[in-house]
């Protein structure tokens, strides 16, 4: 079975460029997560989603980031306009339905100059 | 609001047991997890806890005590590629019932094996 697919891997951009991540969740996983990750640090859930439905965007900064999650299954998350502040690992999880376990994706390095 | 405290190194050598602590202060708690994140890859389930006690799982348990919002994981003859970070995180309860899928992470504690 096929794991979390995120791209890319890794993206270089200037400050204020835009930038997307894309996340293709384990077959069947109705929610799907993204997080961010910084250096040191523990990952910090930026929205979560039950099948199209945003239900926890509450620490999505909404005047940069938007996400979506069309037809129930993949998803895109992107930083308009990016500041040097968003360099991180955005990583994407899923989990099945009724299931307390988050799989994770192997995530995508933003490095802003 | 919502806080984990783990510590932030631990070394130990092959063979031997090691234990990483975890705090918390949260409201609506459910449960406790355990992920492990090896260098510049994804966060992977370790153990999770909803009720007190020890859950094993080959070389890895997890204890939890809720009474005091205590909690650690245990590796056991720990090999060189048990060096990783480890995070704990708390599930909260849903105002549904049961729990939500949100999880808060603690900031890891980064686990180093010497030979």
């Known amino acids: 079975e096929a794991g979390v697919v995120q791209s890319p891997r890794y993206k270089i951009i200037e400050k204020k460029q835009p930038v997307a991540f894309w996340c293709n969740p384990i077959?069947?996983?109705?929610?799907l997560y993204w997080y961010r990750q910084n250096l040191g640090q523990g990952p910090e859930l930026l929205i979560r989603?039950?099948?199209?439905?945003?239900?926890?965007d509450s620490q999505l900064p909404k005047d940069r980031f938007s996400a979506e999650r069309l037809k129930g299954v993949d998803s895109t998350l992107k930083i308009q306009p990016a500041e040097l502040g968003d360099s991180a690992v955005y990583l994407c999880?899923?989990?099945?339905?009724?299931?307390?376990?988050?799989?994770f994706g192997p995530g995508t390095r933003l490095t802003v100059l | 609001g919502q806080s984990l405290e783990q510590p932030s190194e631990v070394t130990a050598v092959e063979g031997a047991i090691v234990q990483i602590n975890c705090t918390y202060q949260?409201?609506?708690?459910?449960?406790l997890s355990w992920y492990q994140q090896h260098d510049g890859g994804a966060p992977t389930f370790l153990s999770y806890n909803a009720l007190d006690g020890l859950e094993e799982t080959g070389r890895f348990s997890s204890f939890l005590s809720r009474s005091d919002s205590y909690g650690y994981l245990l590796l056991q003859e720990l090999q060189m590629k048990d060096s990783a970070s480890y995070f704990c995180a708390v599930s909260l309860y849903s105002y549904y019932g049961g729990a939500t899928n949100k999880l808060i992470f603690g900031t890891g504690t980064l686990l180093a094996v010497q030979p």
């Open positions: 989603y039950e099948n199209e439905e945003a239900v926890d």
């Open positions: 077959s069947g996983h109705n929610t």
């Open positions: 999880a899923s989990s099945p339905p009724a299931g307390d376990t988050q799989y």
């Open positions: 949260t409201s609506g708690f459910y449960g």
